[in-house]
């Protein structure tokens, strides 16, 4: 079965510090997310993109966080300026289509994000 | 009332028993609904979509009120497998986006 593929799988940085979350969407879907989940807490939605760019994105979604599909293949998550609260487990999905087969959104298997 | 709703268990039954899970969601105009399964530190995934007709795959069973705004999960001759917590998800009316609930555990004990 195709698969999401995130790197790192694990994430220590210091506040302050700039991330970059990887992500390598199955190959023929056109629409990307990220969601995360902080520890005990639920599944949240954080950005859509399609067509090179942000369909939608949660109030969680600051000035501190960007998105981008730098050559194609990868579709990244900064965060510039990370808080102690950006600790989380940080999710990328894919789907091919938007409304049709709306439950064939695939989830990669995290990375989980420790901001010391 | 938030988004999605769930007992959060965690439900602790023997081999074999029969357990139902409830969800309730908020917003009447939500088309969408599914269960998802996620393991320990791991990625939701798609255990079954929910029709207003309720669909059945294997030992599972979901059903939806639309109504009541409810949301059901059966799951009959429980296996030690099945252990791990059942998202019920809801998209929102509006956009693509999958809200969540905040799941609720499972527990199968031989």
């Known amino acids: 079965e195709p698969e999401v593929t995130q790197t790192p799988s694990h994430q220590v940085t210091q506040m302050g510090q700039e991330v970059i979350l990887r992500c390598v969407p199955i190959?023929?879907?056109?629409?990307f997310y990220w969601y995360r989940q902080i520890l005990g807490q639920k599944v949240e939605f954080l950005v859509s993109?399609?067509?090179?760019?942000?369909?939608?994105k949660s109030e969680i979604f600051d000035d501190q966080f960007s998105v981008e599909r730098p050559d194609g293949s990868n579709f990244t998550l900064k965060i510039r300026s990370t808080k102690l609260e950006d600790s989380a487990m940080y999710f990328c999905?894919?789907?091919?289509?938007?409304?049709?087969?709306?439950?064939?959104?695939?989830f990669g298997s995290g990375t989980q994000l420790s901001v010391l | 009332r938030k988004e999605v709703e769930q007992d959060p268990g965690p439900f602790n039954v023997p081999e074999g028993a029969t357990v139902a899970f409830n969800c309730t969601y908020s917003?009447?105009?939500?088309?969408?609904f599914f269960w998802y399964r996620q393991d320990c530190r791991k990625e939701p995934k798609l255990l079954m979509s929910?029709?207003?007709s309720g669909n059945e795959d294997g030992r599972f069973t979901a059903q939806l009120n639309r109504a009541s705004q409810y949301i059901s999960l059966l799951i009959r001759d429980s296996k030690l497998s099945d252990s791990a917590t059942y998202l019920c998800?809801?998209?929102?009316?509006?956009?693509?986006?999958?809200?969540f609930g905040t799941g609720t555990r499972l527990q199968v004990f031989p």
């Open positions: 917003n009447s105009a939500s088309q969408s």
């Open positions: 190959s023929n879907h056109l629409y």
């Open positions: 999905a894919s789907r091919e289509t938007r409304t049709d087969d709306r439950e064939k959104l695939f």
């Open positions: 929910v029709y207003s």
């Open positions: 993109f399609y067509n090179n760019e942000i369909s939608e």
């Open positions: 998800v809801v998209t929102d009316p509006n956009t693509d986006k999958l809200i």
